[in-house]
């Protein structure tokens, strides 16, 4: 097969119709197929979803050198003419239809005096019965014909060669150049009407005039070969020689625009129909098309390098190419053949724009003029585990806004380890609010960790023989424990705090209740209380329909400290086989030889306060730091939120959110943790900050205006020092002085209602300006002018201010009361500007929609927005 | 046909589609601040807006002013108002802003010798300020002052010219106290990619008032196609992906410290790569290729990147759960 170069051509006729031609001419025709389908012969498969079947054959013609579609297109697409160059130098017009031409052009023939190979054909596109044709040298004859096919074929007095002549007319030539000269390839120009464009004699380019019949130009090149018109540019055309492609100008054919180097051979060149300045060449022994864009190579001006933009394509890269032929009329498109005849449709890519939008919608571009989109909505999205979706839907589940009990922003985070991060901020929290809770030395708790509790100072822990509880009949046995201060405090940040019996009776009762009966058995045992954890187990197998605990329960029963006893080995080999890493754990802690622990220790999925608990309990003091440093170490490389209970929220908890941040990209749970807690740090670390406005800025992009002044609320009242400055002020119609001078005067304590003796305060009129004394307006309704103290009530309640100051500053400025009740404030329409006392207009509005003033007929309460937002939203949780 | 292009994203044909209706290549398509808006434009010299409500658009103005293809759109922060730019062959650059529902030109800046190819606006926080690149090599930073417009120049930013640029997030040391004030000016630094196949950074120099070049990056080995400077939300760390003419997408990292740019190659694709651009949150990276194909990127717990498309993607997405 190799030895026939497959050529491809798709049809000017039919947008789905194509040909290919080798020993024989074939016309192809292309449907849309499935990827799935199964394709088989005669149809071939082009791409995943089109295939191609044989709709004609031509074997007419023998020894096929080149073949050329006429432009002229025909209203059935098998009359559409072909002009087949042979390698006798004969070129026959022929076509796919069986039926005989009804104006004789089918079947002409062209036959040279000498048989020798055509090289290449062209048909004029402005004239489409002209057809050139380039031949090989020979002495005595012209290498460039011109014919015309419309002409009436000769009388049979040309005799000329009549022995080749088959049936048809015989096309005589119009012109003839290059009197024993080579024409390597042959077109015509676009720019001007009958100027043929000829590579000839592998050194000149030259341009014949039909019209004068005469040669008007001539280049010296060895760029002869396959030369082609760019349809988008009349004076642009392109050839090739070697490995190099020239681009040249029609105007100015002294030297090409533009050479283009290839690193092989370049066997065809050409042009593509649909996108301007865009040139495709095909190398020899190549699966690749290069792809140069031309566009912008006048950008660059004279001195600077040519601006040319190459791109490599590689429709099928099994095979070398041999040919392909651009679709006339779709985008893009390309047919390829390769040596073993394999046929490939193929859609050039063009570039494809792709930008996210800020509420997490991907949009991008599909062909010339379609876009796609895909946003969080989609089913698809929740593919890309994007963590902007969990945050939205996080923040409309109030997610940070649960004050008082800050659990609760676990519970609707829906995350574990969201939810062991709120727990344990919830009860640090309570630690660090009461005071009760203080460290070695007297120091107030601050969100300490275990590991930051540890290294404050030097730990000098004591051994205790705990004893083991609850096996009457046997000889008492002691367990080995480590006691400190700091260890204490360490077990009860662990919630492991046991002073007494009952806190670890009811830490017991909570573990059950929450059906965590292998966790709840477990912490019994490393409280040496066997007898306890024998009865969990028993009642998770009756509550928890789990009959399997119940032989553990058995098993562990038969604890012996007895080293050589069947029951340890058969525990030792058994216990891996156990799916529960509570009772791994714990019969990994019975069976313990030499007090290493580490079985225990590594258990992974065990809960990190008891594993940071037994080690606390357990480990001596070396390697206790040891391992809480290891542990500490790997949860903060892998952002494991799990570490804050090691790290606390100092500033190893600080960089271990902010590895969580890198990792996960949920700046959400990072900018909360940092509202609820760590307030006064904001200063000091700019990422806090940085956090908690990126996650403002989210909130507003999503348009969460609900929480977004939620969240501030609750930043505001955590910051101790400062208030938000007012954003309104009210002034004076005359003096345009503001009203309520108390807010301007912030900071003077002052009472600056001094002299208009308001000692008997809430009670106090004020219905002029402070500063002119001019009348302020009057209300709409009752027609008093209105008038009240307005501003902070500090210095009128002195005495309930001082008593308030006991519970700290930030408690003091929350009770500090209004001047005025709300029912007689000012309130005014933003549209008509009228307005009176807020409980009139309320009254007033609760049965009309218009505005009172007599001749106003605004509908001012139809257009607040604060009666259009439902309920719902307004309700802020406490 | 078409609906066999996008293979590499998903393998569904429910994805919205939106026909544009422009008579040629769009080459952008943005939404604003609240992805209400849709912005697109084309070969066909016009610049479109479009009302995005759930999953229809509707066209609400059809801005020609440009006499050229236009090759990008921007919108600015809504602080300022409904503001967009856009970029074009023309080389001019087109401010438009929405007034009363009509949307008309308020500047025209055409202070470039060639086709102006990128345009992105900086983060509010530096007020109104539009970067600029060119194919004519320079960039230029338009600053609205009190109604007029100020333009510097970065003169030969990139030789034979500059393909795209992005800026930085403002990061501000110890400022953004939490309510919207800033102590000190957050630096001004920009991202430009060119086809001199080098990545740069620039820097607003706070003393002289000119941009300095701070970085140039050496990878690639053709033209930069476009960089995209990350969302910082984990800071102190910067990232810049950029993609490039040499089917290579590399992402620069800097830890904030050393202050050095490390490059991480992503990927080489099998073709050109067009255009990088982050998530929100800047943890994921889509990449649009010459392939066809939209292909998206997460970085694992080891730092290396993953292609949430790809058959690991299972693995890659339990990977992240699992934190």
Request: some cysteine; glycine content about 6%.
């Amino acid at each position: 097969m190799s030895s026939v170069r497959v050529d491809v051509q798709w049809s000017p006729a039919a947008p789905d119709q194509f040909l290919t031609w080798g020993t024989d001419l074939q016309l192809y025709q292309v449907q849309d197929a499935l990827p799935s389908e199964t394709v088989q012969p005669p149809r071939v498969r082009l791409s995943s979803h089109s295939v191609a079947s044989l709709l004609a054959t031509n074997n007419d013609i023998q020894y096929i050198k080149c073949v050329s579609w006429c432009p002229a297109v025909e209203s059935d697409p098998t009359h559409q003419l072909l002009a087949v160059g042979q390698a006798n130098g004969k070129v026959a017009i022929t076509n796919f239809s069986k039926l005989a031409d009804p104006r004789g052009i089918k079947g002409k023939e062209f036959n040279p005096k000498h048989a020798r190979p055509v090289n290449s054909l062209a048909w004029s596109s402005q004239e489409p019965q002209l057809l050139a044709a380039g031949l090989d040298k020979v002495r005595t004859d012209h290498s460039v014909v011109v014919c015309d096919v419309s002409r009436p074929g000769l009388a049979p007095s040309y005799t000329f060669e009549q022995r080749n002549s088959i049936s048809g007319d015989v096309l005589k030539p119009l012109m003839e150049y290059g009197n024993a000269e080579t024409a390597h390839s042959v077109a015509f120009s676009l720019h001007t009407a009958r100027t043929l464009m000829a590579g000839m004699n592998n050194k000149q380019i030259r341009l014949f005039d039909l019209r004068e019949n005469k040669m008007c130009a001539s280049t010296n090149t060895k760029a002869v070969y396959g030369i082609c018109t760019d349809i988008h540019n009349q004076h642009r055309f392109a050839s090739f020689f070697e490995n190099q492609v020239s681009i040249w100008d029609l105007r100015n054919i002294e030297r090409p625009v533009l050479n283009l180097d290839a690193s092989k051979p370049v066997t065809k060149l050409s042009w593509c129909p649909s996108r301007v300045g865009l040139v495709a060449s095909l190398c020899r022994d190549s699966s690749t098309i290069r792809l140069h864009d031309i566009l912008h190579y006048t950008a660059g001006g004279e001195d600077q390098e040519p601006a040319v933009i190459t791109r490599s394509i590689t429709p099928d890269a099994s095979t070398f190419i041999s040919a392909f032929s651009w679709h006339p009329t779709h985008e893009n498109r390309l047919l390829t053949a390769s040596y073993t005849g394999k046929l490939v449709d193929y859609s050039v890519q063009e570039r494809i724009t792709l930008n996210w939008s800020a509420t997490s919608a991907l949009v991008w571009t599909n062909g010339k003029k379609t876009l796609q989109q895909v946003d969080c909505t989609h089913p698809v999205y929740a593919h890309y585990d994007d963590v902007l979706t969990a945050i939205m839907i996080r923040a409309q589940k109030k997610y940070g806004l649960y004050v008082d009990n800050l659990a609760m922003n676990g519970e609707v985070a829906g995350d574990i380890s969201l939810r062991n991060l709120w727990t344990w901020l919830d009860a640090a929290k309570g630690l660090a609010t009461t005071g009760n809770f203080k460290l070695p030395g007297g120091v107030p708790y601050r969100y300490h960790g275990v590991w930051s509790l540890l290294t404050a100072g030097n730990l000098n822990s004591d051994v205790i023989n705990r004893p083991w509880i609850g096996q009457e009949g046997q000889k008492q046995q002691f367990a080995k424990v480590f006691r400190s201060e700091e260890r204490s405090r360490a077990l009860e940040l662990c919630s492991w705090g046991f002073e007494n019996e009952s806190l670890l009776g009811s830490f017991l009762a909570q573990l059950e209740a929450a059906g965590s009966h292998t966790r709840a058995a477990a912490a019994a045992v490393f409280n040496q209380r066997i007898k306890e954890a024998v009865q969990i187990l028993q009642r998770g197998a009756a509550s928890r329909k789990l009959p399997e605990l119940n032989s553990t329960a058995m098993a562990l029963a038969g604890y012996t400290e007895e080293r050589k006893a069947l029951w340890r080995e058969t525990c030792i080999s058994l216990r891996s086989q156990l799916t529960d890493p509570y009772l791994r754990a714990m019969f990994a802690f019975l069976t313990d030889d030499a007090d290493s622990f580490d079985p225990v220790l590594g258990e992974a999925e065990m809960a990190i306060q008891d594993r940071v608990a037994f080690a606390c309990s357990y480990l001596s003091d070396v390697r206790l730091m040891d391992y809480l440093e290891k542990l500490n170490t790997r949860l903060t490389e892998e952002g494991n939120l799990d570490g804050i209970l090691l790290t606390g929220l100092c500033s190893e908890g600080i960089d271990l959110l902010q590895r969580y941040v890198d990792l996960t990209g949920d700046v959400q749970t990072v900018a909360l943790v940092t509202i609820h807690t760590l307030q006064h740090a904001i200063a000091k670390d700019s990422r806090l900050a940085h956090w908690v406005q990126s996650y403002r800025n989210l909130l507003d992009s999503l348009c969460l205006w609900n929480e977004r002044a939620q969240l501030d609320v609750i930043m505001n009242e955590n910051k101790h020092a400062e208030r938000p400055p007012q954003h309104i002020y009210i002034t004076c119609n005359f003096c345009k002085k503001g009203i309520t001078p108390y807010i301007q005067a912030a900071g003077r304590p002052r009472n600056p209602y001094a002299r208009f003796g308001t000692g008997s305060s809430n009670k106090s009129k004020m219905q002029a300006c402070p500063n002119c004394r001019k009348p302020l307006p009057r209300c709409s309704l009752c027609l008093v002018h209105m008038g009240t103290p307005s501003g902070w009530d500090s210095t009128t309640q002195k005495t309930s201010v001082q008593e308030d100051t006991g519970e700290g500053p930030a408690s003091a400025s929350t009770s500090r009361r209004k001047l005025s009740h709300f029912s007689s404030w000012f309130t005014w329409c933003q549209t008509c500007r009228h307005g009176g006392h807020a409980h009139h207009l309320m009254e007033w509005f609760k049965e009309h929609s218009e505005c009172p003033v007599t001749t106003c007929t605004c509908k001012c309460m139809s257009l607040d927005t604060v009666s259009k937002v439902s309920s719902s939203s307004i309700n802020v949780s406490k | 046909m078409e609906s066999q292009r996008h293979d590499c994203l998903v393998k569904v044909s429910v994805i919205s589609n939106v026909e544009t209706g422009h008579d040629d290549m769009i080459h952008d398509a943005q939404m604003d601040f609240f992805g209400t808006r849709l912005a697109t434009c084309s070969s066909d010299r016009s610049v479109k807006i479009f009302e995005v409500k759930g999953s229809t658009h509707t066209l609400v103005a059809n801005l020609r002013e440009h006499e050229g293809p236009v090759w990008q759109v921007a919108w600015a922060h809504p602080m300022f108002g409904n503001i967009l730019a856009s970029c074009s062959y023309d080389r001019k650059v087109i401010i438009w802003q929405e007034d009363g529902h009509k949307w008309k030109k308020i500047h025209e800046h055409a202070n470039h010798d060639s086709s102006v190819n990128s345009v992105c606006w900086a983060p509010h926080e530096h007020g109104l300020v539009l970067a600029c690149a060119s194919a004519d090599g320079s960039v230029s930073i338009l600053t609205s002052t009190a109604h007029t417009w100020e333009f510097k120049k970065i003169t030969n930013a990139h030789s034979i010219g500059c393909n795209s640029v992005s800026w930085a997030p403002a990061v501000a040391s110890g400022s953004a106290d939490g309510s919207g004030r800033v102590g000190a000016t957050p630096v001004q630094r920009i991202v430009t990619g060119g086809c001199d196949t080098y990545v740069k950074i620039w820097r607003l120099d706070g003393a002289s008032g000119d941009w300095v070049e701070e970085s140039k990056m050496e990878g690639h080995s053709d033209w930069v196609r476009d960089v995209a400077w990350a969302p910082s939300i984990g800071l102190p760390r910067s990232i810049i992906a950029s993609c490039s003419q040499d089917r290579r997408v590399i992402i620069w990292v800097n830890d904030g410290v050393t202050g050095v740019w490390q490059p991480r190659e992503l990927n080489t694709f099998d073709d050109v790569i067009w255009h990088v651009s982050w998530s929100v949150t800047g943890n994921i990276l889509a990449v649009s290729g010459g392939d066809n194909k939209v292909s998206l990127w997460k970085e694992n717990l080891d730092g290396q990147w993953v292609c949430l498309s790809d058959s690991a993607k299972g693995q890659a997405a339990s990977e992240q759960r699992t934190l």
